[in-house]
């Protein structure tokens, strides 16, 4: 994907290919900052959110060769490392295994597993406007936040069920638009 | 198509965000490992993340950010990876493989449970459950909630009945006494919050020997 005209698919793959530092340095540039932001969102301090950032893209750096263009957008790929770590928090103990997201193998008789993981970031963003503002608030926090649904509920004062309804009508609107005509 | 009982669209997506807490995380994962319709919808939602990830307003970093990232990276020789061994359960889905496994306990009424050394989360632990055909649990209430996969065999409840890859979700004002419908042990991951009530007088005898 071309964004602000650097392609960070690219990136990534010049980190894979030759430990490129200023290819990783185009790419801290962009997403440590939106990864810090996306911890403070959730409620996390500064500093830990700083950290967090730093953590995730020293991942990015060491799972470089993993990334593959065809399955998913550098984005995407890097939410997910994001989100294991996520995820990994309560983990301490090293022998635990973590509870990974990680991208599948090409499975020749799947081709639109491919498409579910590199969907066209514009129609990506074209369901998501298609969502009312409830619902994209509702669907915007629940990526946040901790505990998203009773977390949602006291930010935003509405009753559980009134979240989690919003949620399920967010979610299905995005399938029906997402999973049409096999993603493409 | 009949919908088959699966992780509701809340969970799903706390899943997809890393925000639902790990016990119930891990059983979400052994589902996901039996269904791969409902793995494709989660990986379309991380492209959703993605999206929201790069249209997030950036917040500055401190200034010598990139520099100790650099330093950082220039220093790194590669993750310690300790992959733990493989358990003793090849029936078991990938994702529950290399979990530490507790020792089997038999309850009473063909009802065995063993812990899942997965992260826990406060009160909330996984299970796996193996239950003898034509048994029952003993009926129950929750604490909190009770999040079940079947990883083989089937089992019915009052309302439903469930089968391999099925995904339950039960809360406080579930009263439920599952009984297993196949011919062979029917086989669970569950991830329970809270104590499990038992219910009835014969529950409340033996609740203080079952610790579920």
């Known amino acids: 994907m071309i964004d602000g005209g650097e392609d960070y698919d690219q990136l990534i793959v010049a980190v894979a290919r030759s430990r490129d530092r200023d290819a990783f340095a185009r790419l801290f540039q962009h997403f440590a900052p939106r990864l810090k932001a996306w911890l403070i969102k959730g409620g996390a301090a500064d500093a830990a959110a700083e950290e967090f950032a730093q953590e995730a893209m020293l991942?990015?750096?060491r799972k470089a060769e993993l990334f593959d263009s065809r399955m998913a957008h550098a984005s995407t790929w890097i939410f997910t490392i994001a989100r294991n770590r996520r995820l990994d928090a309560l983990r301490k103990d090293a022998r635990v295994p973590p509870i990974e997201l990680v991208p599948s193998p090409l499975e020749p008789d799947r081709p639109d597993a491919l498409l579910e993981g590199?969907?066209?970031?514009?129609?990506?963003?074209?369901?998501?406007?298609a969502l009312t503002p409830e619902q994209a608030q509702v669907l915007h926090l629940a990526f946040f936040l901790d505990q998203p649904h009773s977390a949602i509920a006291?930010?935003?004062?509405?009753?559980?069920?009134?979240?989690?309804?919003?949620?399920?009508?967010?979610?299905?609107?995005?399938?029906?638009?997402?999973e049409q005509e096999g993603g493409r | 198509m009949t919908e088959r009982p699966s992780p509701s669209e809340e969970r799903l997506l706390a899943y997809a965000a890393g925000t639902l807490s790990p016990p119930e995380a891990v059983v979400v994962?052994?589902?996901?490992?039996?269904?791969?319709?409902?793995?494709?919808?989660?990986?379309?939602?991380?492209?959703?993340?993605?999206?929201?990830?790069?249209?997030?307003?950036p917040t500055p970093l401190q200034q010598d950010a990139l520099a100790r990232a650099l330093a950082r990276v220039d220093a790194d020789t590669g993750e310690v990876v300790v992959e733990p061994p493989l358990n003793d359960m090849p029936e078991l889905p990938e994702p529950l493989?290399?979990?530490?496994?507790?020792?089997?306990?038999?309850l009473p009424g063909g009802v065995s449970v063993r812990d899942v050394h997965a992260p826990r989360d406060g009160d909330t632990r996984v299970i796996l459950l193996k239950i003898a055909p034509g048994q029952a649990t003993p009926k129950h209430t929750h604490g909190?909630?009770?999040?079940?996969?079947?990883i083989s065999g089937a089992y019915t409840t009052e309302n439903q009945a469930y089968?391999?890859?099925?995904?339950?979700?039960?809360d406080q004002e579930?009263?439920?006494?599952?009984?297993?419908?196949?011919?062979?042990?029917?086989?669970?991951?569950?991830?329970?919050?809270?104590?499990?009530?038992?219910?009835?007088w014969f529950g409340r005898l033996i609740q203080p020997f079952v610790r579920l």
């Not at chain 2, 909190?144 to 079947?150: D, F, H, I, K, R």
């Not at chain 2, 089968?163 to 039960?170: H, I, N, R, Y």
């Not at chain 2, 579930?174 to 009835?200: M, W």
């Open chain 1, 59 to 61: 991942t990015v750096w």
């Open chain 1, 118 to 129: 590199r969907q066209d970031a514009g129609r990506i963003r074209e369901a998501m406007a």
């Open chain 1, 154 to 178: 006291e930010r935003l004062c509405l009753p559980l069920g009134t979240v989690k309804s919003r949620i399920r009508k967010a979610m299905l609107k995005l399938r029906v638009l997402l």
């Open chain 2, 29 to 57: 994962s052994a589902c996901l490992a039996m269904r791969p319709e409902i793995d494709g919808w989660v990986r379309r939602l991380q492209g959703v993340g993605g999206a929201i990830l790069d249209d997030l307003d």
């Open chain 2, 97 to 106: 493989r290399r979990y530490a496994l507790g020792k089997w306990r038999h």
């Open chain 2, 144 to 150: 909190g909630v009770e999040l079940t996969c079947v």
């Open chain 2, 163 to 170: 089968f391999a890859g099925d995904f339950e979700e039960a």
């Open chain 2, 174 to 200: 579930t009263l439920h006494q599952p009984r297993v419908i196949s011919d062979e042990p029917c086989l669970c991951v569950a991830a329970l919050d809270g104590q499990i009530v038992l219910d009835g």
